[in-house]
């Protein structure tokens, strides 16, 4: 079974400053996807960024970044010029390449991120 | 429309009630989901529907029942639930399962149990 793991439970940054979320995972497959979820104060879970694993070259979204490092296993991801907006619940998640059967999203534990001015 | 609409917001119930949680989505989607969410904790599959037939279920209890009406509804019903059922459920939706389909999540459904 896949594992996503977040080690850091909270995390602050400034207002226009750059910040770093990192995720690791564990799996024995080749082929697979990698998401950044947000989950503000309302509670609705949106997609931030996502990654296939088969593609080295690392997703961008806006102010938003990965590094992917397969070989590692790692995840991280980078917001850049932080606003109050991107105040929330930041979740990693891992989805194996479907074969035939429905797959399912497999989350980390979560990283509140706190953004001050 | 790009929403997931899920009613009601909040749900209090005693653990003799009969409840259900509606999900609705109208972006043509034809795999649904239904998450758990427990306080501080990330979410927990419990069902998938895909092309309206239940394709995953996480072992989930049998006073859970889901229900998937038509392609734009997602029903969860609730029956003698346990005080510790209480959590956040969230719905969502993809055009089809999957694994790298972006899926539309509902704000969800607050549930207290008593």
């Known amino acids: 079974a896949q594992t996503v793991t977040q080690s850091q439970p909270e995390m602050s940054v400034q207002e226009a400053e750059t910040v770093t979320l990192s995720c690791t995972y564990d799996t024995s497959e080749s082929d697979y996807y990698l998401f950044w979820y947000k989950q503000p104060p309302s509670r609705q879970m949106i997609l931030v960024i996502r990654?296939?694993?088969?593609?080295?070259q690392n997703a961008t979204e806006n102010r938003f970044s990965v590094n992917f490092q397969k070989a590692a296993k790692s995840f991280s991801l980078k917001i850049s010029d932080s606003q109050l907006g991107d105040a929330a619940m930041y979740f990693c998640?891992?989805?194996?390449?479907?074969?035939?059967?429905?797959?399912?999203?497999?989350f980390g534990t979560g990283t509140r991120l706190q953004v001050t001015l | 429309d790009t929403e997931v609409t899920q009613t009601p917001k909040h749900l209090v119930m005693g653990m003799t009630n009969k409840k259900s949680l509606k999900c609705e989505q109208h972006?043509?989607?034809?795999?649904m989901y239904w998450y758990k969410q427990k306080a501080k904790k990330p979410p927990e599959l419990m069902f998938v529907?895909?092309?309206?037939?239940?394709?995953i279920n996480e072992s989930v209890p049998s006073r859970f029942s889901p229900e998937c009406p038509n392609s734009s509804l997602l029903n969860l019903h609730l029956h003698a639930l346990q005080p510790e059922d209480s959590a956040l459920y969230l719905c969502?939706?993809?055009?089809?399962?999957?694994?790298?389909?972006?899926?539309?999540f509902g704000s969800g459904t607050q549930l207290s149990v008593l």
């Open positions: 972006m043509g989607h034809r795999a």
């Open positions: 998640a891992y989805r194996s390449q479907n074969t035939g059967t429905a797959s399912k999203l497999t």
């Open positions: 529907y895909s092309y309206e037939k239940l394709s």
């Open positions: 990654q296939e694993a088969y593609k080295q």
């Open positions: 969502a939706s993809s055009q089809r399962d999957e694994e790298n389909e972006k899926l539309f």
